[in-house]
């Protein structure tokens, strides 16, 4: 039977796991906007919803980083500088994927609208790198879940 720690553990993974991935979705359709606002300027309402996604997209990331340093108050004192500088180097891949998401996002509009290998290019250059902090951030907050489990 799992105790309360391992139950608040688990559900600070499965937090840190939905914030990180709302931030990739919510920074790629910031992305998506602002390229819609950069190749086709000439509609109204683009601007008002480019400003909008980048708003939720720092709501989130203040999301992230508070259940982040919330961490720190879960786990005992002797434990809570050291779990603070782990959950610094979460944070930073968290913003990572994020800038990699936004840039994927805003590469696929110039692809769209330009074509030619340049945009293509970058386009694939910018999902690799979204798909590697992926895969980094994924594998950083289970390490952190496991150094954390009592055993």
């Known amino acids: 039977m799992a105790t309360a720690e391992e139950r608040l553990l688990e559900e600070f993974v499965s937090q840190l796991k939905s914030s990180a991935w709302s931030i990739l979705l919510v920074s790629s359709c910031s992305g998506l906007w602002l390229g819609k ?5 000439h509609e109204d309402f683009d ?11 720092i709501l989130w990331l203040v999301r992230c980083r508070s259940t982040l340093v919330g961490l ?3 786990v005992p004192l002797e434990q809570a500088d050291a779990t603070r500088t782990k959950t610094r180097g979460i944070f930073v ?5 994020a800038f990699a998401s936004f840039c994927l996002s805003l590469c696929a509009g110039a692809w769209k609208q330009f074509g030619g290998f340049l945009p293509i290019a970058a386009t ?3 999902l690799t790198l979204l798909l590697l902090s ?3 951030v994924n594998r950083r907050i289970v390490r ?8």
């Open 134 to 136: 992926v895969f980094l």
């Open 72 to 74: 720190a108050y879960r």
């Open 124 to 126: 694939w250059l910018f």
């Open 47 to 57: 601007t008002f919803g480019a400003l909008l996604w980048g708003a939720i997209v």
């Open 144 to 151: 952190l879940a496991r150094e954390l489990s009592p055993d």
């Open 37 to 41: 606002v950069i190749w086709r300027p």
């Open 93 to 97: 891949r968290v913003l990572a994927a």
